[in-house]
């Protein structure tokens, strides 16, 4: 179950995301998806589709924060998850080689404000509409059902935004949109007009012909904590080829930890029934019976800790099961004194229907490894012959429920092609990717 988590959360970024900090030079400029309309009562195309469709919308004003709408909620109760003001750690990201920001550079602090001052209310109806019917070999199985869980009638409330950085990066008061299809989370969006910055944000092309053509403020709130990410949109031009591409300046309150999908919210939230902290809590220290290969038996002790302030927490939908993913810190010792490895998990809490905790599973987050010797003073695992082998690394996954677990432990010996070792080695090439091989192991239970 653990892996449909880390499934949906993927093809969701995916979606979404689309870019990501990447960079796409194109033939021509990317076309700007339409905006739902701002007022009164009128039909139209969001721009997201699949190739065999699109969300076509309908926006229908509404009178006050205390009006009932479609959804079962109002846009008091929106409006109460946002309106006021958060702190949190913000994370400028690294230089580029295309565009980069200053003069704020690594860990900072960003204040945000939302006010609502009277702003128009909507209830925007979305739903997807097929263009032509769907044939066997279409490339994206189920992109209607994707598209239509994209899809998301939701209520849109104008707001002002007030947004600052503690180095005076930026110190804006702009225009926002807050949106919600579910009361326990809402998203912002805001754009900052690049020619009236009041903060000290500068952008320092790297490359000729690359240029910033606008900037977006995206973030949300749950449960008193906020997060959200300063997203460029680049243009590119050498007078005969044009291009676009996308980068991401800044997040907040991390950098990467939710970057695959989810809510990032600190560990003690519960928007579920449960928390990241109920988790680790339950299952900090668990002890079992470890089973070698060879059949022999010794005891194991598991303790495990957050690797993060924040988990990432998804409420579920149709391509998207609830539940948690925390990154930790997984300790495994055993009595015979052959293993005493720590090692980075990711553990998934899982929810059922009322979000209550069904079960949590963790697997290693990195395959690659190490030198052969240094094998044993990297992993702390001995009694494996691993010469022979490029890298040697190990792997646990496992189950918690209820304080106690189930798993097991490879070691693995990795024989790794120059082309993954130097890339630049096979420039254009093919690559057959890195052979493991299983070297032993074992497996525990209570």
Same mark, same amino acid.
């Given at each position: 179950m653990s892996s449909s988590l880390r499934r949906s959360s993927s093809l969701r970024r995916s979606s979404v995301r689309a870019g990501g900090r990447g960079l796409l030079v194109v033939a021509?400029?990317?076309? +700007?998806?339409?905006?739902?309309?701002?007022?009164?009562?009128?039909?139209?195309h969001d721009g997201l589709g699949t190739g065999n469709g699109a969300c076509e919308e309908t926006s229908i004003v509404v009178g006050s924060l205390e009006e009932a709408t479609a959804l079962g909620f109002t846009a008091g109760e929106v409006l109460a998850q946002a309106e006021g003001t958060f702190e949190s750690p913000i994370v400028w990201a690294p230089p580029d080689d295309i565009v980069n920001a200053g003069p704020e550079q690594g860990e900072g602090e960003i204040t945000i404000n939302v006010a609502h001052g009277g702003g128009a209310i909507?209830?925007?109806?979305?739903?997807?509409?097929?263009?032509? @019917?769907?044939?066997?070999?279409?490339?994206?199985?189920?992109? @209607? +059902?994707?598209?239509?869980?994209?899809?998301?009638?939701?209520?849109?409330?104008?707001?002002?935004?007030?947004?600052?950085?503690?180095?005076?990066?930026?110190?804006?008061?702009?225009?926002?949109?807050?949106?919600?299809?579910?009361?326990?989370?809402?998203?912002?969006? +805001?754009?900052?007009?690049?020619d009236a910055l009041s903060g000290s944000l500068v952008f320092?092309?790297?490359?000729?012909?690359?240029?910033?053509?606008?900037?977006?403020?995206?973030?949300?709130?749950?449960a008193g904590a906020s997060w959200g990410s300063?997203?460029?949109?680049?243009?590119?031009?050498?007078?005969?080829?044009?291009?676009?591409?996308?980068?991401?300046?800044?997040?907040?309150?991390?950098?990467?930890?939710c970057a695959r999908g989810g809510l990032?919210?600190?560990?003690?939230?519960?928007?579920?029934?449960?928390?990241?902290?109920?988790?680790?809590?339950?299952?900090?220290?668990?002890?079992?019976?470890?089973?070698?290969?060879d059949g022999t038996t010794t005891r194991i002790a598991l303790s495990l800790e957050a690797a993060d302030d924040v988990a990432c927490v998804s409420l579920g939908g149709e391509f998207d099961e609830a539940g948690v993913r925390i990154p930790a810190r997984l300790h495994l010792v055993t009595e015979d004194g052959r293993v005493d490895l720590e090692t980075d998990v990711d553990v998934y809490a899982l929810a059922d229907a009322e979000g209550r905790l069904v079960d949590a599973s963790f697997q290693?987050?990195?395959?690659?490894?190490?030198?052969?010797?240094?094998?044993?003073?990297?992993?702390?695992?001995?009694?494996?012959?691993?010469?022979?082998?490029?890298?040697?690394?190990?792997?646990?996954?496992?189950?918690?429920?209820?304080?106690?677990?189930?798993?097991?432990?490879?070691?693995?010996?990795?024989?790794? @092609?120059?082309?993954?070792?130097?890339? +630049?080695?096979?420039?254009?090439?093919?690559?057959?990717?890195?052979?493991?091989?299983?070297?032993?192991?074992?497996?525990?239970? @209570?």
């Open positions: 021509a400029l990317l076309a +700007a998806a339409c905006t739902a309309p701002q007022g009164g009562s009128q039909t139209g909507r209830f925007v109806e979305s739903r997807f509409v097929e263009s032509r @019917p769907r044939e066997s070999n279409d490339e994206m199985e189920g992109g @209607p +059902a994707i598209a239509g869980d994209l899809c998301k009638s939701r209520i849109e409330i104008d707001v002002e935004l007030t947004i600052a950085t503690s180095g005076g990066a930026l110190a804006e008061t702009v225009p926002a949109i807050l949106s919600s299809s579910d009361p326990r989370h809402v998203a912002l969006e +805001a754009e900052l007009d690049l320092t092309p790297q490359r000729e012909g690359w240029a910033l053509a606008d900037l977006t403020i995206r973030g949300g709130m749950a300063i997203d460029a949109r680049l243009e590119y031009s050498d007078g005969e080829v044009t291009g676009a591409g996308f980068r991401s300046f800044a997040s907040w309150p991390t950098a990467e930890t990032p919210l600190p560990l003690d939230t519960a928007l579920l029934a449960f928390s990241a902290a109920d988790v680790l809590a339950e299952n900090a220290e668990v002890a079992a019976t470890f089973t070698w290969d290693s987050v990195q395959l690659r490894g190490v030198a052969p010797d240094d094998f044993e003073a990297t992993y702390g695992i001995t009694g494996f012959d691993v010469s022979g082998y490029d890298e040697a690394s190990s792997t646990v996954r496992g189950t918690f429920t209820g304080g106690s677990s189930t798993g097991a432990l490879k070691v693995l010996g990795l024989t790794v @092609p120059e082309c993954v070792r130097d890339p +630049a080695s096979n420039p254009g090439g093919g690559c057959e990717g890195i052979d493991i091989t299983e070297l032993g192991g074992g497996t525990w239970a @209570p």
